[in-house]
C-alpha cells in the first residue's frame, strides 16, 4: 500500500475514486456494455481503483525509474476523462435531431453517424485500457495534459511549445483570453458590417441573398459604408498576434516582473538598508525584459494604427488582382528565403555539390582567431525575412480576411463569423510572426489545392489556411517518419553477418502494412517510433510534448568555486576523478547559447530550424546534443545534453562520421570514374540520402572553454609548496575583501557582525584538523590549532599596506576579524 505524502495528493485521490465511480455508473447505464463486456469493464474499473491504491514501480509510461506518484493517479484519470467525452457525446446523439445542420468543406458536421462512431470508439477504448498501460503507450497525466494544451495551442491559435505543466496552462490561457477579447471585437465588426443605408438615409441589413456565396468574390464587399468597425478589429487582431509572438510560453518572466513592479517600494526599502546585500544581474535582468516589453507595446500600438488606416481605405477588397499579386511575392519570396538560401549555404547542396555554393566567411580557415563577421547572404536573408514576416504576410492575410468575412457572415451568423475568423486570423498572423520556415509551403498548397483543385470546396483562405496548417504538419511528420524507417531497414544498411538480421529481415515483408499504420497512428497522435527485433519491427511509444525530455536533468559540478579547499588539496590528489569538470564546459556552452543561438538562427547559419529539431555540436573535445523546444518572435527555447568527451569510442566515431572526407569518393556503382569538379560522386550521392542526419555546417564558430592540465602533486609534492600556496591564498581573499566596493554594506550587516562576534576575543583559537604547522604559517603548536595572535602576526603588516593603499584606517576588531572569517570560512570544515 503507497502511503500519501502530501494532504493534497490525499485529496486528489480520494476524488479520483470517487469520480470513478459515478463515471462508471453513468456508463453502465447507457447500455453499451452487455455480457461478458460488462465483467471487462468492472474489471477495468478495478484496475483504475487499484492503481490508486498501490502504484505500478517501473510504470512503463513514467520518464523515472521506480515509484512514480503521478503514474500511480494516470489510470484513473484516463478513465475519468474518456468516460466524460464519451458520455457526453452519446448525451448529444440522444439530442442530434435538434441541432442546426453544421456543413463545412462537404461534410455535415452534425451527422449522427459521426457521433455514433466516436461514441463507440471511446467506449471500446476504455476496454483496452489494461493493455495500453501495460504497454506503456499512455503518457502519465501531467504530460499528456502538456500535450494537449500545447497541441490545442499551437494548432488551434499559432502559439509556441510549452516547457512544463503551468507554462502549458498558462500559454493556453492566454491564447483563449486574447480570443474571447478580440471575438468581442469581431462580432460588433460583423454586426455593422451587414449594415447599410438606403436613399432616405435609413439603416437596413443585409440577408443571405444579398450576399454573394462565394467565399473569394470580392463583389460588394466594399458597397458597406461603415467599414470602420472590421478595420479596427484587423487592427488589434494583428496587433494581438505580434504580442504574443512576442512573449515566450514560460511564465516565470512574467511573473517576475509583475511582482518587482507590484512590490517595487518595499524592494527600494530594502535596497536602502544597508543588512540587504542584493544581486546586481537580477536588475539587469528585469530592465532588459521591462525594455523589451515596452518596445514592443510601442510597435504594437503602431502596428494597430497603421493596420486600421489601411484597411479603411478598402484597398483590401476592390479586386482579388491585388491579393494574388501579393500572395505571388509572398509565395516567392518563402522559396527564395527557406529553401533556396538555405540550400546554398548547406555543406553538401541538394546532397549533390561537394562544398557550400555560399560559403560563410570562416569556411577555409584551419583555425579561427575572431568572431564570425556579418556576410552579404546574411544581410540580405535578414532584410527579406523582414519583409516577409512584417509587410508580406500580414498583406495577405489582410487580404484574405477582407475577401471573406461576408461569406462567413452568411455561411456562421454573426457570432460565428466572428469566433471563426478570430481563431483563424490568430492562426495565422501568429504562426508568420514566430516560425517562418514551413509557413511558405502550407501558404502554397492552399492556394493551389483551393483555387485550382477543389475551388467548390474551399471555405475561404482564413479558414482554408488553419485546415491545411494541421493536416500539413501531420503529413510531413508521417514523412519522417517513414524516410526514417526506409534508411532503418534498408537491406544495404544492416549487418548481414549477425544471425538476427539474417532471420528477420524476411520476416519484415508481412509486417510492413503493420509499420505503416503505426506510423500513421504515431504521426496522427505525435509519438515516437522505438526499433526493436533485430531492427526491423517498430512498435510505439507514448505521446509526448514539443520537449522530448520530461525530466530535466540538471548536472551539479564540483569544482573549486563550491568544494572546500582541503577536498581539492587532500582528496582530488589522491582520487583525480576528471569527469567532476564535465558540467563545467556544458555550463560555458549553455551561456554561450543563450547569448548567439537566436541571432545564429535568424541569420541561417543552422539552416531551416523547426520547433522540435535535434543538433549535435560537435568539435575534436566533446559533442553536445541541442533540442530546440520554442520558437518565437525575437526569442528561442532550447535543452542541451552532453555527450562525449575526447577519448571515448562514441566521440571518435561521432566525429569521424560528421567529418568524414566527401572528395575522396570517386566511385560510380563497382567502377571508379571520378566525379565533377565541385560535386559528389555517384555513390556519395547516393549514401548521403540514406542516411538519417545531415551535416548543416562544418565551420560553426562559438566561444568555447578549455582547460590546460596542470597536475596538483606535480606542484605540491612538498610542505614548503603547500604553505607558500595557503599563504598567498589567504592574502588574496584579505587584498579582494579589502577592495572590495561592499566591505562598508558587508561590516554593518548585522548577519556578518553576528557570525563574527566570537573572533573579537584576542584568545580565539580554531582547533579544526585540517590546520597543522606544517602547511599553516599562523598555527599555533602550543595551543593546538590557528589562533588569532599568530594570524595577526604573520598578516598586520599585509592587512596595513592594503587598508592604506584604500585610504582606510582599522581602529576597531572588526575588519581584522572579517579578515581572519574569510580564510577560515574556505578551510574549515564547520563554516
Not at 457521433?115 to 477504448?125: E, K, M, N, P, Q
Amino acid at each position: 500500500m503507497d502511503r500519501n505524502v502530501t494532504v493534497l495528493e490525499m485529496v486528489v485521490t480520494v476524488v479520483l475514486a470517487v469520480l470513478v465511480c459515478i463515471v462508471a455508473g453513468l456508463l453502465l447505464a447507457t447500455g453499451f456494455y452487455r455480457d461478458f463486456w460488462i465483467f471487462w469493464f468492472c474489471f477495468v474499473v478495478a484496475t483504475a481503483h487499484f492503481s490508486l491504491v498501490k502504484s505500478v514501480h517501473g510504470d512503463p509510461a513514467s520518464p523515472i525509474p521506480g515509484q512514480n506518484r503521478i503514474t500511480a493517479a494516470s489510470r484513473a484519470f484516463y478513465f475519468v476523462l474518456v468516460g466524460v467525452v464519451g458520455f457526453c457525446i452519446n448525451v448529444a446523439l440522444e439530442q442530434i435531431d435538434s441541432f442546426p445542420p453544421l456543413c463545412a468543406y462537404g461534410f455535415n458536421l452534425n451527422n449522427p453517424s459521426v457521433f455514433s462512431f466516436v461514441r463507440d470508439g471511446l467506449f471500446i477504448l476504455i476496454l483496452f485500457f489494461p493493455l495500453l498501460f501495460a504497454w506503456g503507450l499512455l503518457p502519465q497525466a501531467d504530460t499528456f495534459i502538456i500535450y494537449l494544451a500545447e497541441q490545442i495551442d499551437m494548432h488551434i491559435f499559432g502559439g509556441t511549445a510549452a516547457t512544463g505543466l503551468v507554462c502549458a496552462f498558462y500559454a493556453l490561457g492566454r491564447s483563449i483570453l486574447a480570443t474571447a477579447v478580440l471575438w468581442c471585437l469581431g462580432f460588433a465588426a460583423f454586426y455593422n458590417l451587414g449594415e447599410k443605408r438606403n436613399s432616405n438615409g435609413d439603416t437596413v441589413r443585409y440577408t443571405c441573398a444579398d450576399l454573394d456565396t462565394d467565399p473569394n468574390d470580392p463583389r460588394g464587399q466594399c458597397e458597406i459604408t461603415d467599414r470602420v468597425a472590421l478595420s479596427f478589429f484587423c487592427g488589434a487582431l494583428v496587433a494581438v498576434s505580434y504580442c504574443l509572438s512576442r512573449s515566450t510560453s514560460n511564465h516565470e518572466y512574467i511573473w517576475d516582473m509583475l511582482t518587482r513592479l507590484l512590490n517595487k517600494k518595499m524592494r527600494e526599502k530594502q535596497q536602502s538598508s544597508p543588512d540587504n546585500v542584493s544581486d546586481p544581474l537580477g536588475e539587469i535582468y528585469f530592465q532588459t525584459l521591462w525594455r523589451r516589453l515596452l518596445t514592443d507595446l510601442l510597435v504594437a500600438m503602431f502596428t494597430f494604427v497603421a493596420v486600421t488606416a489601411l484597411n479603411v481605405t478598402s484597398v483590401f477588397c476592390r479586386s482579388e488582382i491585388p491579393a494574388y499579386i501579393i500572395y505571388s511575392l509572398t509565395c516567392v519570396t518563402g522559396v527564395v528565403n527557406h529553401y533556396i538560401i538555405p540550400h546554398v549555404r548547406k555543406e553538401m547542396p541538394w546532397l549533390c555539390c561537394a562544398e557550400p555554393i555560399v560559403k560563410a566567411s570562416e569556411w577555409d580557415c584551419y583555425e579561427v582567431q575572431e568572431h564570425p563577421r556579418v556576410t552579404v547572404i546574411e544581410r540580405f536573408l535578414q532584410l527579406s525575412l523582414y519583409v516577409e514576416k512584417n509587410i508580406l504576410y500580414p498583406l495577405s492575410f489582410l487580404f484574405a480576411l477582407n475577401l471573406s468575412a461576408l461569406h462567413y457572415q452568411t455561411r456562421f451568423g454573426e457570432f460565428g463569423a466572428a469566433l471563426v475568423l478570430t481563431v483563424a486570423g490568430m492562426k495565422l498572423f501568429r504562426s508568420s510572426f514566430t516560425e517562418l520556415s514551413r509557413q511558405y509551403l502550407v501558404f502554397i498548397f492552399t492556394l493551389f489545392f483551393f483555387n485550382f483543385d477543389y475551388r467548390h470546396l474551399s471555405e475561404g483562405l482564413p479558414l482554408d489556411y488553419l485546415i491545411i496548417g494541421i493536416l500539413f504538419s501531420k503529413f510531413y511528420d508521417l514523412l519522417l517518419k517513414m524516410y526514417f524507417i526506409f534508411i532503418y531497414i534498408a537491406p544495404w544498411q544492416i549487418s548481414w553477418s549477425s544471425p538476427g538480421h539474417i532471420i528477420a529481415q524476411p520476416l519484415l515483408v508481412p509486417h510492413a502494412p503493420n509499420i505503416f499504420f503505426q506510423t500513421l497512428i504515431a504521426s496522427i497522435v505525435g509519438c515516437p517510433i522505438n526499433p526493436v527485433v533485430a531492427s526491423t519491427f517498430f512498435t510505439l511509444s507514448y505521446a509526448r510534448p514539443v520537449k522530448y525530455w520530461e525530466k530535466d536533468y540538471n548536472t551539479r559540478r564540483s569544482d573549486s568555486s563550491n568544494t572546500r579547499l582541503d577536498s581539492q588539496l587532500e582528496g582530488s590528489l589522491r582520487n583525480p576523478n576528471p569527469d567532476q569538470l564535465d558540467s563545467l564546459f556544458y555550463e560555458h556552452l549553455t551561456w554561450v547559447l543563450q547569448k548567439s543561438l537566436c541571432g545564429d538562427l535568424l541569420l541561417g547559419r543552422w539552416g531551416r530550424v523547426t520547433s522540435g529539431d535535434f543538433f549535435i555540436l560537435t568539435s575534436d573535445r566533446l559533442n553536445a546534443l541541442v533540442h530546440i523546444i520554442e520558437i518565437g518572435n525575437g526569442f528561442v527555447t532550447f535543452q542541451l545534453r552532453g555527450l562525449e568527451f575526447r577519448g571515448t569510442y562514441c566521440h571518435q566515431r561521432e566525429v569521424e562520421a560528421i567529418t568524414e572526407s566527401i572528395t575522396d569518393d570517386v566511385g560510380c556503382c563497382c567502377c571508379e570514374p571520378g566525379h565533377l569538379p565541385f560535386f559528389l560522386s555517384c555513390n556519395k550521392a547516393m549514401s548521403s540520402r540514406w542516411l538519417a542526419w545531415e551535416v548543416v555546417s562544418s565551420c560553426y564558430t562559438l566561444h568555447g572553454y578549455s582547460i590546460a592540465e596542470n597536475q596538483a602533486h606535480l606542484v605540491f609534492n612538498t610542505f614548503d609548496y603547500k604553505r607558500g600556496y595557503i599563504t598567498y591564498y589567504c592574502k588574496s581573499i584579505i587584498f579582494l575583501l579589502v577592495r572590495s566596493p561592499r566591505l562598508a554594506s558587508l561590516l554593518a550587516n548585522q548577519g556578518i557582525r553576528d557570525a563574527l562576534s566570537r573572533l573579537h576575543n584576542t584568545s580565539y583559537v580554531d582547533q579544526d584538523a585540517l590546520f597543522d604547522e606544517t602547511r599553516n604559517c599562523d598555527y599555533s603548536h602550543s595551543l593546538g590549532g590557528v589562533s588569532r595572535e599568530r594570524f595577526i602576526v604573520y598578516y598586520l603588516t599585509f592587512i596595513r599596506e592594503c587598508v592604506t593603499q584604500q585610504g582606510l584606517h582599522v581602529r576597531h576588531f572588526t575588519p581584522l576579524s572579517l579578515c581572519l572569517y574569510k580564510p577560515l570560512a574556505c578551510f574549515n570544515s564547520d563554516t
